[in-house]
């Protein structure tokens, strides 16, 4: 209805909605919404809540006075029907005994519900809760901890519910997220809800940017879709339970998001945002910070569950006196992360044992033969030296010093064949080698970096171009459409004016028939009267033998005469007018003669005129008229020929579109699941580059060291090890 496939189908604007509610009675056939009240803006239109993908009105039912929200979709959503269906169902097998609160609520998906026109459209109607978003009610009630950390508990308690059910909502932000009266939450729009009788289906949606990770592609569905979005709400709550200031500090009023932003997640050395949380003093902040920033660069289906963290006693939702306070106390074994977090954060990951763990030496040990040598040496040959310049040998200056030099000479040979110095060299080479063999984490993590951007950059170009390929396409196919349609029109006035003219030709073949045949009695008549038989006055038959001569012999073989001049006689002759035009002058029949001839013709024409036919026979009128009714037949088939030929040329238009947007979507899907595992590439990148980093800080730092114990093998510490052991 309205295009040639589901796919394409194009959906009525909020606008085009809010008019049609203007008649509830008439676009509504459901009983409980015909004739609803819809509420209004201050202009007397229909109130629209407008998003993405739809546009929500406040209808009051005329029937039972109840009040519903009723989602009117701008958009075409795949398999729209069955995905509400699948969620229906999944939601009412839950027992409302066994949530956490009552956070979900009832709906309706009703098939073509709404009327816009000629067209019929579905629509969502939905439960009515008075709550306010979450972003509104933190803006009146950051200032109240209790309040704010018992939120965050009953937040943490509904991701328990969905992840014990095997459902992610999907697109968790602070608008989807409504505290009622009693701080307990509601969750709105399942458009984008994952449940497991929809496993295999891509996502409709890719959620609120500012709480999605950047590694979120399409085709991302499951599970574990709220999990990233699930840490940043109970961050921002926990945070702002532990700081109430900071709501004011990050937070913008309006703003679409709570704490942090997506750039934030995409960029979290240049992040202000992410700094001032990582720096707080409060160790609940930074640790839950870190956690954010650690998994903003992990695949989806390796991020942890926050659900599954913390024991459901231990939640706000069930408890309140405990939640006074956001705790801060940490629990043995977890490096000073607060009690509560334990389960929460995975353990950093031990960089793997190197080959290089010895520690390298870092004073002699015991004293070697050659050591104690060697100390020997140095008191004989300083004496030798003492004995030879008091004993004023004529010797150079260095030669005096022969000694002393020999004696060094000795001493560098004794400490480099010591164990340790040998050890120290072979542990530090083995650190630098393997140092030398690790990347540069400063260039690995700006590769790192310039390749996202680049993805970024290709997969915008790319997810844009999609859309206009499609836009595209429904352009060509709506030109040919109504190229097709201008041909059809002009063909089809083109035969019409055609048929519309039978009308007269039939009736000027009718005249023409009748004058035929008036005609042919007339000729008719007009041969059967002889000359001879009645001469015209002064025609003898001397001259009937002369006319005879000539070929004229009856009325009906001549038309008339024409007058001559004789100039030999300076007298007026006449010729006369054969029926086939030619002129015959006939000895003896001069002017006169041609004039009582002639008159004697249209007397003879006259009579016959006066007894010819006045209309035409039946048979005759019917030969006429069928050989229209043909015609006109024909025409009729030659019409349908062309809507015969325009439905064809329609189909075919129709095919082209099919089978481009089924290319797209196939090159579309493809290029998806590259750039999924492109995502998934990244992701393992940067665990690698973390690992990578430790270890280098690691390598490093162990290379630094053991050039520092080298300096306890120095020549003056071996020296001082010779002759005192250490």
Known sequence: MGSPTGQQRQFPSGADYAEALQHTQLCFEHPELKGARPELTKLGLPRAIS??????????????????????????????????????????????????????????????????????????????????????????????????????????????????????????????????????????????????????????????????????????????????????????????????????????????????????????????????????????????????????????????????????????????????????????????????????????????????????????????????????????????????????????????????????????????????????????????????????????????????????????????????????????????LKETEKRKVRKQREIDKKIDGLSEELRKALAKALADKQSAFVRERLSRRLIAQSPPHGIGAKLVARLAAEGIRTAADFTGYRSVQNSSYNSTGAVLVLSNGRLVNVLGIGEAKAIALDIWRKAVVASAVAQQPMVLSRVERQQIEGDITRRRAQLADQRKAVESGTEAARKQARKNLEEGQERLSRENTLADDRARQQRQEFGRRTVALQRNSAIHGTLSASVEAAKLRRRGLSYARYMRFLYIGR
Request: hydrophobic share 40%.
């Open 51 to 480: 998003g993405a993908f739809a546009s929500v009105f406040s209808l009051t039912s005329a029937v039972s006075g109840r009040r519903y929200a009723v989602k009117c979709f701008t958009r075409h959503v795949p398999d729209q029907e069955r995905r509400y269906q699948a969620i229906s169902s999944r939601l009412g097998q839950l027992d409302a005994a066994e949530l956490s609160q009552p956070w979900k609520l009832g709906f309706e998906y009703l098939p073509d519900a709404i009327g816009v026109g000629r067209e019929r459209y579905p629509v969502l109607k939905m439960e009515w809760i008075d709550a306010v978003t979450l972003s509104s009610w933190l803006d009146d009630n950051h200032t109240d901890r209790f309040a704010v950390d018992r939120l965050a508990g009953r937040f943490e308690a509904l991701t328990r519910d969905l992840s014990e059910h095997e459902i992610a909502h999907g697109d968790l932000q602070h608008g989807n997220l409504l505290v009622a009266s009693d701080d307990t939450l509601r969750l709105v729009d399942y458009d984008g809800m994952y449940v497991p009788s929809l496993a295999g289906l891509g996502g409709t949606e890719r959620g609120h940017r500012n709480y999605q990770s950047p590694l979120r592609g399409n085709d991302d569905f499951g599970a574990a879709l709220d999990r990233f979005s699930a840490w940043v709400i109970f961050m921002s709550l926990k945070a702002t339970a532990a700081d109430p200031a900071l709501w004011h500090r990050l937070h913008e009023p309006s703003g679409e998001f709570l704490l942090l932003t997506e750039e934030d997640f995409k960029n979290p050395g240049g992040s202000t945002g992410l700094q001032t949380l990582l720096a707080h003093p409060d160790p609940t902040v930074s640790s839950l910070a870190d956690q954010v920033r650690s998994l903003a660069f992990q695949p989806l289906d390796l991020l942890p569950p926050l659900a599954n963290a913390i024991p459901k006693q231990r939640t706000a939702a069930t408890t309140s006196a405990s939640a006074s306070a956001p705790p801060t106390t940490s629990a043995p074994g977890t490096g000073g992360l607060p009690g509560w977090m334990s389960g929460h954060v995975f353990p950093q990951a031990a960089p793997p044992p190197t080959a290089s763990s010895t520690t390298s030496p870092d004073r002699f040990r015991t004293r070697t033969p050659l050591d104690v040598v060697t100390a020997v040496l140095w008191p004989l040959l300083l004496a030798a030296t003492a004995l030879m310049i008091v004993a004023g040998f004529p010797t150079p200056l260095i030669g005096a010093g022969a000694p002393v030099i020999l004696a060094a000479v000795i001493t560098a040979f004794a400490r480099s064949r010591r164990v340790e110095r040998v050890q120290s060299w072979a542990v530090l080479a083995k650190l630098s080698d393997e140092l030398a063999q690790l990347e540069d984490p400063v260039k690995a993590a700006e590769k790192l970096r310039k390749d996202k951007e680049k993805f970024d950059a290709v997969e915008l170009k790319r997810t844009t171009a999609y859309p206009q390929a499609q836009d595209k396409l429904t352009a060509q196919y709506h030109a040919e």
